[in-house]
């Protein structure tokens, strides 16, 4: 049977009759060859072209190449498929590359197999640039980070650019599996930066744009490294690329960090001076910035200008205000922001029943601070940590409570924490007060010979 055969089959037959009078007519299936030929002669119907490839390979009737797997990439890339294209594309260079696993060393470094045969078939597939950025994705998703890079060289050697979006795909990809160093310089060579940044700008065929610049700032902000965030906020002003309310928020925090918080409120404003209004990250931000320093009124007041913009407050808000009152001491105003979270719907998490219940012991109210950890692991399902633990047992124990104490440290226990030396000195510390002399003793002994036993192993 003719190639034009099994096309007039595919684009004439129903659905339902046309697999199996091909398989009749083609029972030994086809060559990598014929079902290039075949999808080319559909491409302009992607659903039938990738039917077609799903079909032989589920009935074992076509042994797919290099040029088979890439007629139908450039076809599912020309009709914008993206994930299907994206999973085909993965399947080729596993499939393919099978052969490389031994000397992996010697190939991780250059452009996958498919790549080559993908540029010699772009012409006669009528293929579209997006398939180059579906392999350069797909291989970054596949952790081929190396691959990846090698492909975008290729690519520039032959004057071709990926898009923006692919370019920050990859750097955000380096990022998350190498660090923040290894992104940047991956940052300056895709963009064919060097150090004097004004002198490239002008040659740059693909420009760097506010979404690259934030992944770079948020990432060396993540490893504290406040300066490089700094930097890369001067090189996108020498870029000319515009910072949104995100890349505002991101510089607000690092100021919030370093304790500049008249920095911080400039840039807060400067923002609303640029026509950028303040979204609920930005509010966040600048609000831990004055809790963090105890500032609470001010923060309080940013909270009421955020609802009054019609921008609903947070968790992390309510988080960031119970937070602020822990630091001043007020911690009957950090409950009530607490119930009023609660009330909204929120769900704590379980740093702030720590910071809570710390305060409480801190007031000597460990009852309403034992109080409040039963209600929140009835109500929200929030296990105490060894933190409450070792708050509520060392409050227990000032006040004499040695028996209570006892209890909840067995709790503890049965929770997977084993007591440490903390919970050792406010049980000695307890017995003592109350004057069980042996008993303090006792447990001094034991004490030390648990600190021993740690020390061996």
Not at 177 to 184: N, Q, V
Not at 352 to 365: E, F, G, T
Request: glycine share 6%; with cysteine; hydrophobic share 40%.
């Amino acid at each position: 049977m003719s190639i034009s055969s099994a096309v007039s089959i595919l684009r004439d037959q129903h659905s339902k009759s046309r697999w199996n009078f091909l398989q009749s007519l083609f029972p030994s299936g086809f060559t990598p060859a014929e079902f290039s030929e075949i999808t080319l002669k559909i491409r302009n119907n992607p659903h039938l072209a990738l039917r077609f490839f799903h079909w032989t390979q589920t009935k074992s009737l076509c042994n797919h190449n290099l040029l088979s797997y890439s007629t139908i990439i450039h076809i599912l890339a020309r009709a914008r498929f993206k994930s299907h294209a994206q999973t085909i594309i993965q399947v080729a260079i596993r499939v393919t590359e099978l052969d490389q696993i031994e000397n992996f060393d010697q190939f991780k470094s250059r452009p996958p197999k498919i790549f080559e045969t993908l540029a010699k078939t772009y012409r006669s597939c009528d293929s579209a640039p997006f398939v180059f950025d579906l392999l350069i994705k797909a291989c970054s998703q596949s952790n081929r980070i190396n691959q990846s890079i090698a492909i975008v060289r290729m690519l520039r050697s032959r004057g071709i650019y990926p898009k923006i979006s692919t370019f920050n795909f990859l750097i955000g990809s380096v990022i998350r599996s190498r660090g923040c160093d290894e992104g940047f310089d991956v940052y300056r060579e895709v963009f064919s930066l060097n150090d004097e940044v004004k002198e490239n700008v002008c040659r740059i065929r693909v420009c760097p744009n506010v979404q690259t610049f934030n992944l770079l700032m948020v990432s060396f902000y993540q490893k504290g490294l406040m300066e490089n965030v700094k930097e890369i906020w001067s090189e996108m002003e020498k870029l000319n690329c515009a910072p949104n309310a995100y890349s505002y928020s991101i510089l607000m925090a690092v100021f919030c960090e370093e304790g500049k918080m008249n920095d911080a409120q400039k840039l807060f404003v400067a923002m609303q001076g640029k026509q950028i209004n303040p979204d609920v990250v930005a509010y966040n931000t600048l609000i831990s910035g004055y809790c963090k320093i105890g500032e609470i009124n001010r923060a309080e007041e940013l909270c009421r200008d955020m609802g009054l913009s019609g921008i609903e407050s947070t968790c992390i808000t309510y988080e960031h205000l119970v937070n602020g009152y822990c630091k001043i001491g007020d911690v009957d105003s950090a409950i009530l922001v607490y119930n009023d979270m609660c009330r909204k719907g929120f769900r704590p998490e379980g740093f702030v029943i720590d910071v809570l219940i710390k305060m409480l012991c801190d007031n000597s109210r460990v009852y309403e601070a034992l109080e409040f950890c039963r209600v929140a692991m009835a109500k929200y399902n929030v296990l105490p940590s060894r933190s409450s633990y070792k708050f509520l047992i060392q409050g227990l124990c000032e006040e004499g409570k040695m028996e209570e104490a006892l209890k909840l440290q067995a709790e503890m226990v049965g929770r997977g924490f084993e007591p440490n030396s903390e919970i050792y000195g406010a049980f000695i510390d307890g017995h003592v007060k109350l004057g069980h002399i042996e008993l303090a003793e006792r447990l001094r002994m034991e004490m030390l010979d648990m600190l021993s036993r740690k020390e061996e192993k």
